[in-house]
């Protein structure tokens, strides 16, 4: 090579391929559609019940009850987790760990709120059905709609089981492409509740 070759640039080094995405498995999938269709079958006839025993009730010395405020508060919790756990979704199939793991995090710390304000609400509706059953005054809201409101928390609270399981993952470190179907499919499974919960708060606005 003389002095007057042209000396070539450096080549800069090929970005690497990203690797493929896992998929949930036929099996996986199949299975979260058979539990969140068995949930929709309980919560139906839950939510049936609740209506039927409305209907059925007598229409004289029935008081109405407004609804806690702090179950519009648990509502909008409920909703601002969703909208966290989709964003976690989102980076998941992008396969950024990173920002899957901060969502997740905004994700179980407003689902902790939400189990907050919820216990606030059972509260006030207990204090609500005792007093009907002193004054023998039957209002809106009563045991049934406790239990439908707590039976829920407790799936909720199963859901943030498997929230707190994929921080710890995230916060030591061990969360991996392998891990990212498992946060599509928490998120599918929080989607459902948060539509369970908006049904239930309409028939609760609707027969209290």
């Not at 905004?106 to 609500?128: D, N």
Request: aromatic share 8%; glycine share 6%; hydrophobic share 55%.
């Amino acid at each position: 090579m003389t002095p007057s070759d042209p000396i070539d640039p450096p080549q800069a080094a090929a970005p690497r391929p990203r690797p493929p995405l896992p998929e949930p498995t036929a099996a996986g999938r199949m299975g979260l559609r058979l539990f969140l269709l068995s949930l929709s079958v309980f919560f139906a006839a839950a939510m049936v019940a609740f209506v039927a025993s409305r209907l059925l009730r007598p229409t004289d010395g029935v008081a109405t009850i407004e609804i806690p405020a702090s179950l519009w508060l648990s509502t909008l919790l409920l909703l601002l987790s969703g909208i966290a756990v989709e964003r976690s979704a989102r980076y998941a199939r992008r396969a950024r760990l990173h920002e899957t793991g901060r969502w997740l995090l905004v994700s179980l710390s407003t689902a902790m709120l939400f189990v907050g304000a919820q216990s606030v609400s059972m509260v006030e509706l207990l204090q609500a059905h005792h007093l009907s059953l002193t004054t023998r005054v039957i209002i809106g809201l009563d045991g049934l709609a406790f239990g439908l409101i707590l039976i829920h928390a407790l799936h909720v609270l199963g859901g943030m089981v498997l929230l707190l399981v994929l921080c710890v993952r995230t916060a030591t470190g061990a969360l991996s492409l392998l891990h990212l179907p498992g946060v599509r499919s928490v998120a599918s499974y929080w989607h459902f509740l948060e539509f369970v919960w908006l049904v239930m708060l309409l028939l609760f606005g609707l027969f209290a």
